[in-house]
């Protein structure tokens, strides 16, 4: 059962769908999942942690903070008397040049050329940064097969 203030899970797939899109960063995401598999079918759920892998890897490819990501891509959301999530883009206050480089990332340098484009090339540079740090061997050897 659904708790009240709680949105039903097909509600919060459709309000993911609709951000989804419209998202400039539907490719990053892409390879993010398919590092992340790579890394899980090795060490498996409990040593590869989501939220760590995440959260260097979005940082490498270049993709707002979540504080930002919303905001900055002109989406608001509200919730409906229904219990719904209902999601609002004024396109207006998007501004999709300060998507191609975020001034907030510590981790590149000023070349745009190294950011990561396949899972691969992400995947070894989240292990290069301690991303599963006494097991990253593991992964390189199963991952170079």
């Excluded at 797939?13 to 999942?33: C, E, T």
Aim: proline residues 3%.
């Amino acid at each position: 059962k659904c708790l009240r203030f709680m949105p039903r899970h097909t509600n919060v797939l459709k309000a993911i769908s609709k951000l989804w899109r419209g998202d400039p960063f539907k490719s990053h995401w892409a390879i993010i999942a398919q590092a992340f598999t790579l890394a899980r079918d090795v060490v498996g759920t409990k040593a590869a942690r989501l939220r760590d892998f995440v959260a260097l890897a979005a940082t490498l490819l270049n993709v707002p903070s979540p504080q930002r990501y919303l905001r900055d891509l002109g989406w608001v959301g509200t919730e409906t008397r229904r219990n719904r999530i209902r999601f609002v883009q004024d396109s207006k206050k998007v501004d999709h040049a300060k998507f191609i480089w975020n001034r907030e990332s510590k981790i590149l340098s000023n070349n745009i050329h190294q950011i990561p484009v396949m899972d691969l090339d992400l995947l070894n540079a989240c292990l290069a940064r301690g991303y599963l740090e006494g097991r990253h061997m593991q992964v390189l050897v199963r991952i170079a097969v």
